[in-house]
């Protein structure tokens, strides 16, 4: 069974980086697409961006300039990496199988990043 | 970005009876392969996203035959045929023909 497991901070400082890793275990890595997507407090899902196994990379414009998202294929799992945060980048992080036929099909449990002043 | 819209924003039901969502989108999510990426997700309280319906209405593993999905272009439905306890939570749709995926703002459905 295809089980992701999303780590890193959950508390970041404003103007700093947050780093998450999403561990992936039942699948290869090799094949699909590896998502972020987040989810601030009692709100709607933002799409943040993916990356294939591979390294080519789709992110969301309005995040673009600030998202990095990378994959270690050797240690099955993939990184999201947002900079100069502030107060609304805080969110509950998903890391998500992209199936690359139009749909995300595994998600991780999800990870809470608060952005403190 | 493809806009999303779903109607109701909130929706009441009673357990037993049927229930119907509806997704709305600013653009046909006719793709140029001829495929249409419209998938359906529920969220439990507390709860991921849990993939229930892709491609307008094909049903994901495990997802019990009393969800389903229809819908053409720009208008979309998903529908219980019987709600059930389990069935609370919040419904998204989601586009994935054009990038920047983009999300519905969520149907919460409760007893």
């Known amino acids: 069974q295809v089980q992701l497991q999303e780590s890193g901070p959950g508390l970041v400082k404003s103007s700093e980086t947050l780093s998450l890793t999403c561990a992936v275990s039942?699948?290869?890595?090799?094949?699909?697409?590896w998502s972020w997507i987040r989810q601030p407090p009692g709100k709607g899902l933002e799409w943040i961006g993916y990356i294939y196994y591979s390294g080519s990379t789709n992110y969301n414009p309005s995040l673009k300039s600030r998202v990095t998202i990378s994959v270690d294929t050797s240690k099955t799992q993939f990184s999201l990496k947002l900079s100069s945060v502030t107060a609304a980048d805080t969110a509950v992080y998903y890391c998500?199988?992209?199936?690359?036929?139009?749909?995300?099909?595994?998600w991780g449990q999800g990870t809470l990043v608060t952005v403190s002043s | 970005d493809i806009v999303m819209t779903q109607t109701p924003l909130s929706s009441p039901v009673t357990l037993g009876q049927p229930a119907s969502i509806s997704c709305r989108s600013s653009q046909s999510l006719v793709h140029s392969d001829g495929n249409t990426y419209l998938s359906w997700l529920q969220q439990r309280p507390g709860q991921p996203p849990r993939l229930l319906i892709y491609?307008?209405?094909s049903r994901f593993s495990g997802v019990p035959d009393r969800f389903s999905g229809s819908g053409a272009g720009t208008d979309f439905t998903l529908k219980i045929s019987r709600v059930e306890v389990e069935d609370v939570g919040v419904y998204f749709c989601m586009q994935s023909t054009q990038f920047p995926r983009t999300f519905g703002q969520g149907t919460k459905l409760e007893i």
């Open positions: 039942g699948a290869s890595i090799s094949s699909y697409y």
């Open positions: 998500a199988r992209d199936h690359g036929a139009g749909y995300v099909d595994y």
């Open positions: 491609k307008v209405s």
